[in-house]
DNA sequence: TATTTTATAGTACTCTTTACCATATCTTCA
DNA sequence: TGAAGATATGGTAAAGAGTACTATAAAATA
């Protein structure tokens, strides 16, 4: 039998002893974005035991040897938030030697959006411990967590752009304005009214419904509806998203 | 001791058994992209040993228990190419159960691109097994590596729009014409001439030189020089590459 | 009914992209 | 030596997209 260093590497050799090479845990840490109307919210809890006990933490959890990230995810998620069928996307695998006290785990960051108003923290789960922060409020956090948050919103900001995902942290009907002001607030920069409008609905992709906004004091906007079939036809005939 | 159904979840648990989830290997796979001038070629090897004997894969090796995954990569890359500092991306998690016949691994995939001129074969590595294919030519992979490949060229043709890193498949002097069919080749597209050059031109990323093309039937073109500490200074500034 | 506030429509201007043409420059071959 | 062929390079006009701004409409409130 081959030693390792007369090994091409471990990968490709004949019989070797692949025992040290099993010795990893993963985990999944997924950056959960809301919206509230006024502020860009991420979903941190607070940890209970140790190692960083009382810091704020991305909700995550290390994966079974039988599951699937993706699998483990949606669980974290579905006990988090009692949600299921939330917008994930993988985002970036965090695999430096030293990041966990507990021994070498590679953790697979995901982020994922849902609307504000949907989530009700479900008090059977540690998502007692969980609140929505405003981003910018973010302190230290437990881990690399900061790291991984903030490689999150800048894949969110770039993502938001070039793919109609925004609508995921807004109610099923929205006004034009509300879809303004969540951009605006991403992407910390100012849109001019008129134009925004024009470019928005000459995508065509906003199902105007014959509804007004209410309990607003002054003349109501009319609410619209993301039509997500008409963006899948229009991608196919080779339709881009842009801002 | 907490049992495991009484846990909030693994991570968070305060002294439970982790044993079976410290368990998983962890691989790096990395797609290697070069330009020849005509096609664009990836980097394949044909595996020597089972499972998958004979067919051809994307370089690759089991990351060690001590070692970074970025390492782990640059290791696979040298060991194949003899070259350090290449361009590196980290593109997506494949953490399927049933992706890999020896056991649980999840594979964190890269990719790569260098100037075909650089590339020597080294004999005293398994790079005597590789070769660089066309990627319409690509057939059946081993594992789940058509999968990533697929991954990797979609991620690569979306990069290089945005970002100036076509100049790495390109040799340190290029013509206007090289560049261009460099993207027409990558993107499947064809660009007017004349516009083309005015586009990249005023982005002012290029530095002319005092040669021209030599050895060609024709009017020899100028000779050009990408320069990154432009880009830099620029990107600094706001500047967004794009096309 | 007047006033306030925001929604919505429109318009003129600028800048960018696109399609195309003209000329320059080099090689090759008669 | 000079014409032919090929590509590089420079330029221009039309179309289109983006921008800044103005005007009007509609609802709520006092």
Redesign the pocket.
């Known amino acids: 039998m081959q030693t390792l260093n007369s090994r091409k590497n471990a990968y490709t050799s004949d019989h070797p002893d692949l025992t040290p090479f099993f010795s990893f845990g993963i985990s999944v840490d997924c950056v959960v974005f809301g919206y509230d109307g006024v502020d860009v919210k991420v979903l941190v809890i607070e940890r209970g035991t140790e190692p960083y006990l009382g810091y704020q933490a991305i909700p995550g959890d290390l994966v079974h040897p039988q599951e699937d990230a993706v699998t483990a995810t949606q669980r974290v998620l579905r006990d988090l938030t009692g949600l299921e069928n939330i917008y994930l996307e993988q985002l970036y695998t965090f695999a430096g030697v030293d990041r966990h006290p507990l021994g070498r785990v590679a953790t697979i960051a995901y982020f994922s959006l849902l609307k504000i108003g949907d989530y009700n923290p479900r008090p059977s789960s540690w998502a007692t411990d969980a609140q929505w922060m405003p981003i910018q409020a973010l302190g230290e956090m437990a881990f690399d967590h900061k790291e991984i948050f903030d490689a999150a919103l800048q894949r969110l900001q770039a993502r938001v752009r070039n793919q109609p995902i925004g609508f995921e942290l807004l109610p099923e009907e929205f ?4 879809l303004q002001h969540l951009y605006e607030t991403l992407l910390n920069t100012q ?5 925004f ?3 928005i ?2 995508m065509d992709l906003l199902i ?1 419904l014959d509804k ?11 609410l619209y509806q993301f039509d997500a079939l008409r963006y899948e036809a229009l991608s196919k005939r080779g339709f881009h998203f ?2």
């Open positions: 006004t034009l304005a509300d849109f001019d009214k008129a134009n409008r024009k470019k609905l000459t105007p007004m906004q209410k309990a607003v004091r002054h003349r109501p906007a009319r842009e801002l």
